[in-house]
C-alpha cells in the first residue's frame, strides 16, 4: 500500500509533474508517451574480447503508463532494427542481416512490462523482450530522472533503463572463434535506454 503523496521541493514549473511516493520521486499520475525525437536505445558489446562496440537505434517509440501506485504502472516500448547505427556501415549492414536481426523479417524489437519493484532509490523493470521470434524475460534496473520545461512550456521527463542480455538466448548466434581464445563478438550485450518522454492529451 503507498503512503500517501506529498509534494517535493521541486519548481513550480514541475510540481505539477512529479510528485513523492514512499521518499521516491515519480512523475505523475497519467499515460507519458515516448518522443521519438530525444530517445535512443544504444547497446555495448566487446568485440575481439577487448574492446568495446556502440550502436544505437533511432526509432524508438512507447509509452510509460504510471498509476498511483507506482508498482501497478508499465511500460511498452517498440524499436525499429531498421535504425540502427554503429558507426560502421558495412557492420550496420551485417547486423541487419539474417546473421543477426533480419531486419526484413523482423522490423521490430518489443518490451513489454510484467512488473515494477522498488530498487534502492531506484526501480526494477521485469517484462518480456522479443526479438526477431523469441520473446524472453528480461529485469531492468529503471530510474527516473525528473521533469524539466522545453523552451516551449512543455514538460518533459526523463527516464532511464538498463540491463544486460546474453544474445544467444534471442537465437543472436552468429560468431568467430579467434586464434588466441575467445570469440570475435562477446556474447553478453548491455542495453541501455534513454528515453524523454511528454504526458499524453
Do not use: Y
Not at 551485417?94 to 513489454?112: A, G, T
Not at 523493470?125 to 527516473?144: A, M, R, Y
Not at 575467445?182 to 553478453?188: R, T, Y
Not at 535506454?193 to 504526458?199: G, L
Amino acid at each position: 500500500m503507498c503512503t500517501a503523496i506529498k509534494e517535493t521541493d521541486i519548481s513550480d514549473t514541475a510540481a505539477a509533474t512529479i510528485r513523492s511516493v514512499d521518499g521516491r520521486n515519480v512523475p505523475a499520475v497519467g499515460t507519458w508517451a515516448i518522443d521519438p525525437t530525444h530517445t535512443q536505445a544504444e547497446f555495448v558489446a566487446r568485440h575481439l574480447v577487448v574492446n568495446k562496440v556502440r550502436g544505437g537505434f533511432s526509432d524508438v517509440s512507447g509509452s510509460i503508463v504510471v498509476a498511483e501506485d507506482p508498482k501497478d504502472s508499465s511500460v511498452e516500448v517498440t524499436i525499429g532494427t531498421a535504425s540502427i547505427s554503429s558507426g560502421t556501415q558495412d557492420r550496420d549492414n551485417h547486423v541487419k542481416s539474417p546473421d543477426f536481426l533480419d531486419v526484413e523479417q523482423f522490423p521490430e524489437m518489443r518490451f513489454l512490462s510484467t512488473s515494477v519493484e522498488p530498487s534502492g532509490s531506484a526501480w526494477r523493470l521485469t517484462g518480456n523482450l522479443t526479438i526477431k521470434d523469441v520473446t524472453k524475460p528480461v529485469t531492468l534496473d529503471f530510474e527516473f530522472l525528473g521533469v524539466s520545461a522545453d523552451p516551449w512550456g512543455n514538460q518533459k521527463a526523463a527516464f532511464s533503463a538498463s540491463t544486460e542480455i546474453e544474445r544467444g538466448e534471442w537465437n543472436l548466434t552468429w560468431n568467430v572463434p579467434l586464434d588466441g581464445g575467445g570469440v570475435l563478438v562477446s556474447k553478453s550485450v548491455k542495453l541501455e535506454i534513454e528515453a524523454q518522454a511528454s504526458i499524453a492529451e
